[in-house]
């Protein structure tokens, strides 16, 4: 940090916190993972809004923080957040919590924020940890251009429909524009997710599953959407929280269709991605495509000749 940013933090430090909106990022997992900005604004706000008081209320006690905290989720934010702007326009100080992680990614928090800028009230970020950007950047896949999808549809059409959509964007898009898609999924539902991975991006897809991050069981899977199914598959149970990030299309893939990639492009993404030999990446590829092993590899060996 630099002399000026040193004091800069210094100042606004002892400075009383000005009366607005913070929105307050808290720890995925582990506590450390607090800002001592988030703490003081914390401190010296009126009021905490949370997502869930219960769950707030063991972070406020492990750092000794007494401010009264007050209930603001998915289901009375309509109506909580007008007390709050309330309290926001005569000058209150009002912090905004979930969870775990950012307020507003995937969790309450963005439309207080856009109703206090409507009433002409200052909105604060006080940034800190984020699943999905945490996921990203220890991911190795490119982390220039992403784009962040929430979690994916639970019921398993519109979670079909909303990959066929990402894939048909993701070829749109080009080389130049190729992005790391982020998602996040829950445990009972990420075998069949990678299912409909596996059947509309082909089994060679990129893909990274980030689960427990900052925890003590924090583990990083990275391969093919082939590869990290049969993975799980091979699992007695899957568990903890967990980010699913898809590579930009492989070249293969962008130029043979939707669920069209090549088996040849399959085997070497196996070979390439996960060190696998031919024989057990054309293993692993017939397997995901539900056809003999035999049959797999009279198709390499004719693609090969
Ligand atoms: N607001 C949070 C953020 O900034 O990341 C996200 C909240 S969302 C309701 C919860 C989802 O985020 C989880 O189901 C999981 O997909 C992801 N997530 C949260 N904590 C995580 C962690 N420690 N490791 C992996 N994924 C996590």
Redo the contacts with the bound molecule.
């Keep these: 940090m630099g002399s000026d940013l040193a004091e800069e933090s210094l100042r606004s430090a002892e400075k009383p916190l000005a009366p607005g909106l913070y929105l307050v990022?808290t720890p995925?997992?582990n506590l450390e993972d607090i800002t001592l900005r988030a703490l003081r604004v914390l401190r010296s706000a009126d009021r905490i809004a949370c997502e869930d008081t219960r769950q707030t209320a063991k972070l406020l006690g492990h750092f000794g923080i007494k401010t009264p905290t007050v209930s603001y989720h998915m289901h009375n934010e309509g109506a909580r957040s007008g007390e709050l702007l309330e309290a926001l326009r005569v000058g209150g100080k009002i912090a905004v919590v979930?969870?775990?992680?950012?307020?507003?990614?995937?969790?309450p928090g963005a439309m207080i924020a856009a109703e206090a800028i409507a009433a002409g009230v200052a909105v604060y970020p006080i940034p800190g940890?984020?699943?999905?950007?945490?996921?990203l950047i220890a991911s190795g896949l490119p982390s220039e251009r992403f784009a962040f999808c929430g979690?994916l549809p639970s019921k398993e059409g519109a979670r079909r429909t909303f990959l066929e959509g990402l894939l048909a964007g993701m070829r749109g898009a080009g080389a130049e524009d190729a992005a790391t898609q982020i998602v996040?999924?829950?445990p009972h539902r990420i075998v069949g997710a990678l299912e409909d991975v596996v059947s509309v991006f082909g089994a060679a897809q990129r893909v990274v599953l980030?689960?427990?991050?900052?925890?003590l069981h924090?583990e990083f899977l990275r391969g093919t959407a082939g590869g990290l199914l049969a993975e799980l598959n091979a699992r007695p149970s899957v568990r903890?929280?967990?980010?699913l990030l898809l590579g930009p299309l492989a070249e293969a893939s962008t130029a043979e269709g939707a669920g069209g990639v090549s088996l040849v492009a399959e085997v070497r993404g196996l070979m390439a991605g996960e060190g696998l030999s031919e024989k057990d990446a054309l293993k692993r590829v017939a397997k995901a495509r539900g056809i003999g092993k035999s049959d797999a590899y009279r198709e390499w060996q004719r693609a090969k000749s």
């Design positions: 990022a995925i997992g979930s969870d775990a992680g950012m307020p507003g990614i995937a969790d940890a984020n699943a999905a950007l945490s996921a979690f996040y999924e829950t980030a689960r427990e991050l900052t925890k924090e903890g929280e967990m980010v």
